[in-house]
């Protein structure tokens, strides 16, 4: 998949839970989405996003919820 439309995706669910109360219920909201939704495929992809590409395009927020659970992603 294209890692644009990852990253827009992302960003996407990321709207979502930002007003979910409480910051890290957000962050762990985004990465429970990511975790339980997204095949291992994307997930992977999207990790190699975020080593090779700092996650370039991802919201402030995504990209945290992606650095403190990483674990998600595989």
């Given at each position: 998949?294209d890692?644009d439309?990852?990253?827009?995706?992302?960003?996407?669910?990321?709207?979502?839970?930002?007003?979910?109360?409480g910051?890290?219920?957000?962050?762990?909201g985004?990465?429970?989405?990511?975790?339980?939704?997204?095949?291992?495929?994307?997930?992977h992809?999207?990790?190699?996003?975020?080593?090779?590409?700092?996650?370039?395009?991802?919201?402030?927020?995504?990209?945290?919820a992606?650095?403190?659970?990483r674990?998600?992603?595989?």
């Amino acid at each position: 998949m294209d890692i644009d439309n990852l990253v827009h995706m992302a960003n996407r669910i990321g709207q979502f839970f930002a007003a979910t109360p409480g910051h890290a219920d957000a962050l762990e909201g985004i990465a429970t989405h990511v975790r339980k939704f997204w095949e291992p495929r994307m997930r992977h992809q999207l990790a190699r996003h975020l080593d090779d590409q700092a996650g370039r395009g991802l919201d402030p927020l995504v990209l945290e919820a992606l650095q403190v659970h990483r674990a998600v992603l595989g």
